[in-house]
């Protein structure tokens, strides 16, 4: 038995020296296909990067990785748009690729080759490459490593095509480099959508020129609620605000862009309106008057479905569909009280002059409204599950975040469907234990939990799980005060979600996952990315 003992020690000892030598792979998201086939490539000051062909959108597929070369080892790695034969990474376009995210990426001892079907392919490899680099290479000073790549295989592409994170800028406000900051950490795990909820009843987070005071008044809060709501309320007495020029909208964008990224901007309607009530209470049922809301919660304050509020959110959403190139805008939908509807003059004659049954019909007709503004405009709208109450918009696609049951319905219907249910995915609920962690809203889903979402539910035909477009994870911000606490909140279960969304539901595993997470930790750090160590000191 002893023997056998120290057999084993030494086994794995070898094994591990092994595979140090050999240096240790930790992808996330895990790749479809991999093969390690032994020795590696180094990059050196002759390195080439050949792209073919050598497009604007080709060299931003590669940057990223040039700038870190350039920064952590002071390589300075050409571009170039000849085919080298060797020390070189040849990049094609190549439309046999069947994927259009997906790539294949080969690494010999003498050259590296990568196939995509587009730049964004490309730029998915380039990720990879860099995971495959030795981590000093996110490091923002000169390292003396070599810079080698272990010699490989790979056939990769993403399991679905919406793969993203929510963040809520309105609860707290974060500046435009914390959404730069916010938009490197989902490219790095391969995620292709950031929703943008810019809107809501504490805070309007966008300007729009036509409607100034939006963001005059409806862009600060005197005071915010001190801890979770309770019978002694307590605030905090220090005003709160902040929001997003048009310019500063159009270096988001454009950031987004060079990374791969759409942008799905979020404008709340009818509810979590009380911040845009604010600054114009002639949009209500009674006028008003209100203040930006100080307290988290739902509040009865909604948009009126009166003409001068289509008005004014179509005119909002014309400047914000001039700014996003995005497919789809959100309009929110989600925790619309209809008090103030059940006890409006207007409201009540509306439905009766368009034979509403009740306030949910009421809901429905407000978002169909909207909906043919938005697509006269070529554009789609997405909403949270509520939409679905009352009936849903023709062409609208659901958030299912209430759980699962919405977008079952949703895709039962045939609609489009992005699963981002609050069990599995809402990245501001606890991850570890409450009496240990900062305050959070509640909750519990720890890694192990939100790795577990499978989002193709059993109880949809084949043909009906093809409405799932993806999944989201939803970081909202009422106990996040800054930034550094987002990034703890929502890293590593956007990586998490990052890998169910790219990985074959047959290569999940937690403990797995959980290993090469833990390898990507200091290569976090590198990047000085705040995220929870929680997992560290799991339990089996
Ligand atoms: C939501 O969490 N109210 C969409
Ligand atoms: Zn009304």
Partial sequence: MKKFILFSILLSMSIATFSQAKQEINLVPIPAKIQVTGGQFTLDANTKIALSPDTPEMRQAVETLVRLLRRAGDLRIETVDSQPASNAIVCKLNSAVSNPEGYKLSVRKNLISIEAKTPQGIFYAFQTLRQLLPFQIERPYLSNVAWTVPCLEIEDAPRFGYRGLMLDVCRHFMTKEDVFRYIDMLAYHKMNRFHWHL????????????????????????????????????????????????????????????????????????????????????????????????????????????????????????????????????????????????????????????????EHELQS????????????????????????????????????????????????????????????????????????????????????????YEPLPPALTPEQQKHILGLQGNLWTEYIPDFKQAQYMAYPRGAAIAEIGWSPAAKKNYADFKQREIALFKRYDGMGWNYCKAILTEEE
Avoid at 227 to 256: L, M
Avoid at 266 to 288: N, Q, R, V
Avoid at 313 to 331: A, G, K
Avoid at 378 to 391: P, Q
């Fill in 365 to 452: 007709y407000f978002i169909k409204h909207i909906e043919k503004f938005v697509e006269s405009k070529g554009r789609h709208i997405i909403g949270w599950d509520e939409i679905l109450e009352g009936g849903l918009a023709p062409n609208a696609t659901v958030m299912s975040w209430r759980g699962e049951a919405g977008g079952i319905e949703a895709a039962k219907q045939g609609h489009d469907v992005v699963m981002a249910p609050n069990s599995y995915v809402y990245i501001d609920y606890y991850q570890a234990n409450p009496k240990t962690e900062p305050l959070a809203i509640g909750g519990f889903l720890p890694l192990w939990k939100t790795y577990s």
């Fill in 199 to 358: 809107t809501d009843d504490q805070g309007w987070r966008i300007e729009i020129k036509k409607y100034p005071k939006l963001t005059q008044i409806g862009a600060y809060r005197s005071s915010s609620l001190i801890g979770r709501p309770s019978r002694n309320k307590q605030w905090d007495n220090t005003p709160h605000g902040g929001f997003f020029t048009q310019e500063d909208v159009k270096q988001v964008v454009a950031y987004a862009a060079r990374n791969f990224i759409t942008i799905i901007p979020e404008i709340e309607m009818p509810g979590h309106a009380t911040a845009a009530l604010a600054a114009y209470p002639e949009l209500s049922c009674s006028g008003g008057p209100f203040e930006v809301e100080r307290n988290w919660g739902v509040f009865p304050d909604i948009f009126c479905p009166k003409e001068t509020t289509f008005n004014f959110l179509q005119d909002v959403l014309s400047e914000v569909i001039d700014l996003f190139p995005s497919e789809y805008i959100h309009i929110g939908g989600d925790e619309a009280p209809k008090t103030r509807w059940q006890n409006c003059a207007h409201c009540q004659a509306l439905m009766k002059q368009e034979n509403l049954k009740n």
